[in-house]
C-alpha cells in the first residue's frame, strides 16, 4: 500500500481548477454511446479507474474506442462477452451494466474487487426480476451476478432508497423493454439518466419523483462531460477550512443532486458562490467559488443525504475545523459505499486528534477549529483517502495517508493538483 505525507501549508491560496470529468456522467455517456446505433463524440471523460471499466465493459459488448469516438453497432447487435466483466471497484459501474445487460438476451457476468464484493446488488437485482430479467446475485446478495436478460415487460416499482444507480439501473433496462415502466423513490438522488432520457423522449417525469420510461432507441451524440462537483468538493473543503482562501471551479455540472455539500458549507459560515452558465443533456452546468471565513457548524438531515452522499467525509473534515457539533442524520447508505464511510470517517477524524462519534446512521463531529498531524488508513476508499489530505492542508502537523493509492479510482495526480492549488496565491 502506497504511503502519502501531505504537509499543511499557512498561506491564503487564490485558485482557479478545471477538474476532471464527472464520474457519474463519464459512466452514463459511455453506456448510451454504445447503446445508440453510430458514432458519438466523448470528451473530458472522467481519468479514473471506475470510468475505465465501463469503458472497457462496452468494448467488450462490441462498441469500439479510439480516445475520441466511440462507434457502435446499437445495442440489438451487442455480443455476449466471453468472459466476465471486471467492474474493479466501481458500484456504479456494476450497477449500471447491470441495467443495460437486463435487456440483452444472453449471459453476463458482472464481478469486481473485494470491496466491491462486499457491496448490496439485490437492491438493484429486485427491480431488474419485475421487468423479466434473470439476476443472480451470491450469497449475501452480493456481486458476482449473473444476468441473463431479454424480452422485458414494462413494469412499476417503487423503491426506499434515494438512490440513483438503483433507478439508473431500471431506466436503462426499462427503456429496453416492451412496455412503458415507472420507478419512484424518495427524493434527492442525482438525476443524470433522467435527463439525458428525457432529452431524447425517452423518459418524461411525473411530479417530483416518479419517472416513467418510454422504450425505444437512444440516438448517438455529442458529450462533453463537465468537471466533477464531488472532485471539485476537495478543493472547496480546502478553501473553506483557511480563512481568506479561495477556490473557483469553472465548467462543473450543478445537478441538484450534485450540490448538497455547497449548502452545507454556506450554512457553516463559508461564502459559496455559484453561476450556472450551460448545461450538459439538460444537466445544469457552472462555476462555483468557495472562500473561507470564520466556520461553524451545520446540521444535515436526511433529505439533504442524497445530495451529499458522496461528500459526507469532508462535511466531517470542514466541520471539525469549525466550532460547535455537527451531525449528519439519515445517512444508513454511508455503510454501503466503498468503505463503512461512518466507521472509516469517524475513524479519521479521531486519527487527527478530533471529537467524532459514531450513530447508526451517521455521525456527529465535534468542532474544535484544529485538527493533529497523524496517520489516517483510506480502507480503499478513495473519498477517505483524498479527504484526510485535504485535513492535512491545515492541521498543526503533517498526514500520512496509507493506502493514498485509492485516489486513482476517481481523481488520479489529485495529491499533486491539490498541493499546487494551496501552493498558489
Ligand atoms: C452514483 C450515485 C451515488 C454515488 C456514487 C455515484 C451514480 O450512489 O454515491 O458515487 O453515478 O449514480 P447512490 O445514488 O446509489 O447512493
Same mark, same amino acid.
Given at each position: !500500500?502506497?504511503?502519502?505525507?501531505?504537509?499543511?501549508?499557512?498561506? +491564503?491560496?487564490?485558485?482557479? /481548477?478545471?477538474?476532471?470529468?464527472?464520474?457519474?456522467?463519464?459512466?452514463?455517456?459511455?453506456?448510451? #454511446?454504445?447503446?445508440?446505433?453510430?458514432?458519438?463524440?466523448?470528451?473530458?471523460?472522467?481519468?479514473?479507474?471506475?470510468?475505465? +471499466?465501463?469503458?472497457?465493459?462496452?468494448?467488450?459488448?462490441?462498441?469500439?474506442?479510439?480516445?475520441?469516438?466511440?462507434?457502435?453497432?446499437?445495442?440489438?447487435?451487442?455480443?455476449?462477452? $466471453?468472459?466476465?466483466?471486471?467492474?474493479?471497484?466501481?458500484?456504479?459501474?456494476?450497477?449500471?451494466? &447491470?441495467?443495460?445487460?437486463?435487456?440483452?438476451?444472453?449471459?453476463?457476468?458482472? *464481478?469486481?474487487?473485494?470491496?466491491?464484493?462486499?457491496?448490496? !446488488?439485490?437492491? /438493484? #437485482?429486485?427491480?431488474?426480476?419485475?421487468? $423479466?430479467?434473470?439476476?443472480?446475485?451470491?450469497?449475501?446478495?452480493? +456481486?458476482?451476478?449473473?444476468?441473463?436478460?431479454?424480452?422485458?415487460?414494462?413494469?412499476? @416499482?417503487?423503491?426506499?432508497?434515494?438512490?440513483?444507480?438503483?433507478?439508473?439501473?431500471?431506466?436503462?433496462?426499462?427503456?429496453?423493454?416492451?412496455?412503458?415502466?415507472?420507478?419512484?423513490?424518495?427524493?434527492?438522488?442525482?438525476?443524470?439518466?433522467?435527463?439525458?432520457?428525457?432529452?431524447?423522449?425517452?423518459?418524461?417525469?411525473? $411530479? *417530483?419523483?416518479?419517472?416513467?420510461?418510454?422504450?425505444?432507441?437512444?440516438?448517438?451524440?455529442?458529450?462533453?462531460?463537465?468537471?466533477?462537483?464531488?472532485?471539485?468538493?476537495?478543493?472547496?473543503?480546502?478553501?473553506? =477550512?483557511?480563512?481568506? #482562501?479561495?477556490?473557483?471551479?469553472?465548467? @462543473?455540472?450543478?445537478?441538484?443532486?450534485? =450540490?448538497?455539500?455547497?449548502?452545507?458549507?454556506?450554512?457553516?459560515?463559508?461564502?459559496?458562490?455559484?453561476? /450556472?452558465?450551460?448545461?450538459?443533456?439538460?444537466?445544469? /452546468?457552472?462555476? %462555483?467559488?468557495?472562500?473561507?471565513?470564520?466556520?461553524?457548524? &451545520?446540521? %444535515?438531515?436526511?433529505?439533504? @443525504?442524497?445530495?451529499?452522499?458522496?461528500?459526507?467525509?469532508?462535511?466531517?473534515?470542514?466541520?471539525?475545523?469549525?466550532?460547535? =457539533?455537527?451531525?449528519?442524520?439519515?445517512?444508513?447508505?454511508?455503510?454501503?459505499?466503498?468503505?463503512?464511510?461512518?466507521?472509516?470517517?469517524?475513524?479519521?477524524?479521531? #486519527?487527527?486528534?478530533?471529537?467524532?462519534?459514531?450513530?447508526?446512521?451517521?455521525?456527529?463531529?465535534?468542532?474544535?477549529?484544529?485538527?493533529?498531524?497523524?496517520?489516517?488508513?483510506?480502507?480503499?476508499?478513495?473519498?477517505?483517502?483524498?479527504?484526510?489530505? %485535504?485535513?492535512?492542508? &491545515?492541521?498543526?502537523?503533517?498526514?500520512?495517508?496509507?493506502?493514498?493509492?485509492?485516489?486513482?479510482?476517481?481523481?488520479?495526480?489529485?495529491?499533486?493538483?491539490?498541493?499546487?492549488?494551496?501552493?498558489?496565491?
Amino acid at each position: !500500500m502506497a504511503e502519502r505525507v501531505v504537509s499543511p501549508s499557512d498561506r +491564503a491560496f487564490a485558485a482557479t /481548477v478545471e477538474v476532471p470529468g464527472d464520474k457519474s456522467l463519464s459512466h452514463r455517456s459511455l453506456i448510451f #454511446a454504445a447503446m445508440a446505433n453510430g458514432a458519438s463524440e466523448l470528451s473530458n471523460l472522467g481519468p479514473g479507474e471506475d470510468v475505465g +471499466a465501463t469503458l472497457r465493459a462496452v468494448q467488450a459488448f462490441g462498441a469500439t474506442w479510439d480516445g475520441a469516438t466511440m462507434s457502435s453497432p446499437g445495442i440489438d447487435s451487442w455480443s455476449e462477452p $466471453g468472459s466476465p466483466i471486471d467492474c474493479g471497484n466501481s458500484g456504479t459501474a456494476m450497477r449500471l451494466l &447491470a441495467g443495460v445487460t437486463a435487456g440483452r438476451p444472453f449471459h453476463t457476468e458482472l *464481478s469486481g474487487d473485494d470491496s466491491l464484493s462486499r457491496r448490496p !446488488m439485490e437492491r /438493484v #437485482a429486485g427491480p431488474l426480476r419485475l421487468l $423479466g430479467a434473470g439476476v443472480e446475485t451470491a450469497e449475501g446478495g452480493t +456481486a458476482p451476478m449473473h444476468i441473463t436478460g431479454g424480452s422485458l415487460e414494462g413494469a412499476s @416499482v417503487s423503491i426506499d432508497v434515494a438512490t440513483a444507480q438503483v433507478r439508473s439501473a431500471f431506466e436503462l433496462a426499462a427503456v429496453q423493454a416492451n412496455g412503458v415502466s415507472t420507478i419512484d423513490s424518495p427524493p434527492g438522488y442525482r438525476d443524470h439518466t433522467e435527463r439525458m432520457l428525457e432529452s431524447w423522449g425517452r423518459g418524461e417525469r411525473l $411530479g *417530483s419523483t416518479a419517472f416513467r420510461i418510454h422504450p425505444g432507441p437512444v440516438p448517438p451524440g455529442s458529450y462533453d462531460i463537465p468537471g466533477d462537483p464531488s472532485s471539485a468538493a476537495f478543493l472547496w473543503a480546502s478553501a473553506a =477550512i483557511r480563512e481568506g #482562501a479561495a477556490v473557483t471551479t469553472p465548467g @462543473v455540472s450543478l445537478n441538484p443532486g450534485r =450540490i448538497g455539500f455547497l449548502q452545507v458549507l454556506g450554512e457553516m459560515g463559508a461564502q459559496v458562490d455559484g453561476v /450556472v452558465s450551460g448545461e450538459f443533456h439538460g444537466d445544469p /452546468v457552472g462555476t %462555483v467559488t468557495v472562500r473561507g471565513s470564520g466556520l461553524g457548524a &451545520a446540521f %444535515v438531515p436526511a433529505e439533504l @443525504v442524497a445530495a451529499t452522499v458522496d461528500e459526507l467525509p469532508l462535511v466531517a473534515v470542514v466541520a471539525a475545523y469549525g466550532e460547535g =457539533i455537527t451531525k449528519v442524520t439519515g445517512a444508513s447508505e454511508l455503510r454501503t459505499k466503498e468503505s463503512d464511510r461512518i466507521t472509516s470517517t469517524v475513524a479519521m477524524i479521531r #486519527a487527527l486528534g478530533g471529537g467524532a462519534d459514531e450513530e447508526s446512521d451517521g455521525f456527529t463531529v465535534l468542532g474544535t477549529g484544529f485538527l493533529e498531524g497523524g496517520v489516517v488508513e483510506a480502507r480503499r476508499d478513495h473519498r477517505i483517502a483524498m479527504a484526510a489530505a %485535504v485535513a492535512a492542508t &491545515a492541521a498543526n502537523g503533517s498526514v500520512t495517508v496509507s493506502g493514498a493509492e485509492a485516489a486513482a479510482v476517481s481523481w488520479p495526480g489529485f495529491y499533486e493538483i491539490l498541493e499546487s492549488t494551496w501552493s498558489s496565491r
